[in-house]
């Protein structure tokens, strides 16, 4: 089935995402965050130019990494604490912590299309810092959602940033419960 269209964005999991000795990639247990919205990727594209006779000669592009903001309803305090190093008090109050260390990770997610879903896992990824919007009530409740900058640099040993399942796909059913390593 070929989709003409894609829309929606659901079932947004994460995991970290671990290099150890000899290059062998970990795949952590994925969590499910709730209340997804959006993610706008993009790819940062670099030009090279190689000038001979007095113009260009030669381009290419490299597409090495994906930049961009993950948007959820609300991020929640399991989320905080195991991928942004925030820490819960004793008094019972959660601290974010300037300067925490944060795990790489890997995100996962599904997108409707108009014949079929697809599935997409980005990875070697960091996270930034959550940005929201703190706002009074109007006339009309309209909830506030949070974003986080994520950046997506791949699999340093295959050089696999993201992979895309349709349905069918053996990898389609088993992404958001064992998610693959990145493998050519």
Do not use: C, W
Not at 16 to 27: C, D, L, R
Not at 85 to 108: F, M, Q, R, S, W
Not at 126 to 145: D, H, K, M
Request: charged share 20%; proline share 4%; net charge negative.
């Amino acid at each position: 089935m070929a989709n003409k269209v894609l829309f929606g964005f659901s079932d947004l999991y994460i995991g970290t995402y671990t290099v150890g000795a000899g290059g062998t990639v970990t795949m952590g247990t994925p969590y499910h965050q709730a209340g997804a919205v959006g993610y706008s990727p993009e790819a940062s594209d670099d030009q090279s130019i190689f000038y001979a006779d007095n113009s260009a000669y030669y381009t290419v592009y490299g597409n090495g990494s994906y930049e961009g903001d993950l948007e959820v309803a609300m991020f929640d305090d399991k989320f905080k604490e195991d991928f942004l190093g925030y820490v819960v008090l004793a008094d019972g109050g959660l601290a974010e912590v300037k300067n925490a260390t944060k795990p790489n990770v890997y995100i996962a997610f599904e997108i409707q299309g108009d014949e079929s879903a697809r599935r997409v896992i980005f990875y070697n990824g960091t996270l930034g810092s959550i940005t929201r919007e703190y706002a009074t009530t109007e006339e009309t409740v309209e909830p506030t959602t949070e974003t986080i900058p994520v950046s997506f640099v791949g699999d340093n040993e295959t050089g696999i940033v993201m992979v895309t399942y349709e349905e069918g796909d053996a990898g389609y059913a088993t992404l958001f419960t064992n998610p693959p390593a990145p493998t050519l």
